[in-house]
Antibody, heavy 121, light 110 residues
Framework: QVQLVESGGGVVQPGRSLRLSCAAS????????MHWVRQTPGKGLEWVTV????????YYADSVKGRFTVSRDNSKNTLFLHLNSLRAEDTAMYFC??????????????WGQGTLVTVSS | QSALTQPASVSGSPGQSITISCTGA?????????VSWYQQHPGKAPKLMIF???NRPSGVSSRFSGSKSGNTASLTISGLQAEDEADYYC??????????FGTGTTVTVI
């Protein structure tokens, strides 16, 4: 069965960096685009970024463009999110999610349980 | 990238049908059939209920259906059940090759 397990969250000071990981199993990782989505505690979902199946295309929400970078290691079935210049408003649960298809056009189907990032001094 | 507009809350009695709207623009909902819907129970990850406007993933009850007219997509839940009480979100692909979520709707079974 499809499994997505996020890790790397924690408490970090404003302006610092963090790297999140998402270990995928139960499906052919190289066949699917992958998303990151975040959710502020008690609030709604915010789409963050998507990377195509081969890493050739990546797109970002305006709120994180220039600060966050998505990457993937298809040899290790792992997706990453590099968070730089963190702000208090980046505090959220970060979910990794599989795209319905190979390109970034497709929305997520399966989701991980999330990893919590707290930006605070 | 403004969030798609959903009603904050919708309620219904068991057995009734309810519809949740998701209003966007010609640059997202209106121009693409890449609209999906998710159900999220408290403390849980979202679950895909509808994709590509009208398609149900395997295992999702036929009581859930989707449609679209112009810039507005809709999710209908028929035969409302207690277990349907949850938050629901729409998402659409956009002309910027990004995605945007709706503001979310809390469904209450009264």
């Amino acid at each position: 069965q499809v499994q997505l397990v996020e890790s790397g969250g924690g408490v970090v000071q404003p302006g610092r960096s963090l790297r999140l990981s998402c270990a995928a199993s139960g499906f052919t990782f190289t066949g699917y685009a992958m998303h990151w989505v975040r959710q502020t505690p008690g609030k709604g979902l915010e789409w963050v970024t998507v990377m195509s199946f081969d890493g050739g295309d990546e797109y970002y929400a305006d709120s994180v463009k220039g600060r966050f970078t998505v990457s993937r290691d298809n040899s290790k079935n792992t997706l990453f999110l590099h968070l730089n210049s963190l702000r208090a408003e980046d505090t959220a649960m970060y979910f990794c999610a599989r795209g319905i298809g190979a390109s970034g056009t497709y929305s997520p189907d399966y989701w991980g349980q999330g990893t919590l990032v707290t930006v605070s001094s | 990238q403004s969030a798609l507009t959903q009603p904050a809350s919708v309620s219904g009695s068991p057995g009734q049908s309810i519809t949740i709207s998701c209003t966007g623009a010609s640059s997202d909902v209106g121009d693409y059939n890449y609209v999906s819907w998710y159900q999220q129970h408290p403390g849980k990850a979202p679950k895909l209920m509808i994709f590509d406007v009208t398609n149900r993933p395997s295992g999702v009850s036929s009581r859930f259906s989707g449609s679209k007219s112009g810039n507005t997509a809709s999710l209908t839940i028929s035969g409302l059940q207690a277990e349907d009480e949850a938050d629901y979100y729409c998402i659409s692909y956009t002309s910027s090759s990004t995605h945007v979520f709706g503001t979310g709707t809390t469904v209450t079974v009264i």
